[in-house]
């Protein structure tokens, strides 16, 4: 299966900034999907990232709040913009393969 | 609607006692079913899946899950628990890659290990 290197591992971010974390995969994916966890809660998918295609949102996610890039097949950035004390949770990556799914070892982003 | 459910939010077993976590799905395609561990401050790690086959699925760390799709469950069980068990777990469904490939996740159960 593929590994995953996500970047930052934790930040701590003033309110109104953003913040840019990144994936790079090993390997060559199709998909690429970005997760996010609150605080005590389960994993809630926000968009999914094909390379040359604009990514797609899940509802109650927008482009605006959360752009990704996705160059080429290895890589994805995922931006949480204009931050507010309610983004703050943990951010992950993951891409199938092998049978399952892969993911990264997540971005702990707190917003003060 | 696309569905995982985890009745149990918390549970405490005895170190040496059995465990058996629950998961109940709805999906309305042939689901992919996973067993994922998170332990505090680390990333998810995979502990099984059911895509075929056998229902009862063998993963890491001596645990093993039965799908049963008269009732819509893949549960989690391990004969023996450990201290190191003591983490968050989680339940997925997802379709094969052609058809989107995302996962859905159960609201997790969070397993405390008693000496």
């Known amino acids: 299966s593929a590994v995953i290197s996500q970047k930052p591992s934790r930040d701590i971010c003033q309110r109104g900034t953003s913040l840019t974390i990144q994936c790079q995969v090993d390997?060559?994916?199709?998909?690429m999907f970005w997760y996010r966890q609150q605080p005590g809660q389960s994993l809630t998918l926000i968009a999914t990232?094909?390379?040359?295609?604009?990514?797609?949102?899940e509802s109650g996610f927008v482009i605006d709040k959360f752009p990704i890039s996705r160059p080429n097949l290895t890589f994805s950035t995922l931006t949480v913009s204009n931050m507010s004390p309610e983004d703050s949770s943990i951010y992950l990556c993951?891409?199938?393969?092998?049978?399952?799914?892969?993911f990264g070892s997540g971005t702990r982003l707190t917003v003060v | 609607a696309q569905s995982v459910t985890q009745p149990d939010i918390h549970i405490t077993v005895s170190e040496g006692a059995s465990l058996e976590l629950r998961c109940n799905y709805s999906?309305?395609?042939?689901?992919?079913l996973f067993w994922y561990v998170q332990s505090p401050g680390q990333g998810l790690q995979l502990l099984l899946k059911?895509?075929?086959?056998?229902?009862l699925v063998q993963g890491i760390k001596g645990f093993e899950a039965e799908f049963k799709r008269s009732q819509s469950s893949f549960n989690l069980r391990k004969p023996s628990v450990h201290w190191s068990d003591a983490a968050e777990y989680f339940c997925?469904?997802?379709?094969?890659?052609?058809?989107?490939?995302?996962?859905?996740f159960g609201q997790g159960t969070e397993l405390s290990v008693k000496p």
């Open positions: 993951s891409v199938p393969g092998g049978g399952g799914y892969t």
């Open positions: 390997s060559q994916v199709t998909m």
């Open positions: 990232a094909n390379q040359g295609s604009e990514a797609t949102y």
């Open positions: 999906y309305g395609a042939t689901p992919y």
């Open positions: 059911y895509f075929s086959g056998d229902t």
């Open positions: 997925a469904v997802g379709a094969v890659q052609n058809q989107g490939g995302k996962l859905i």
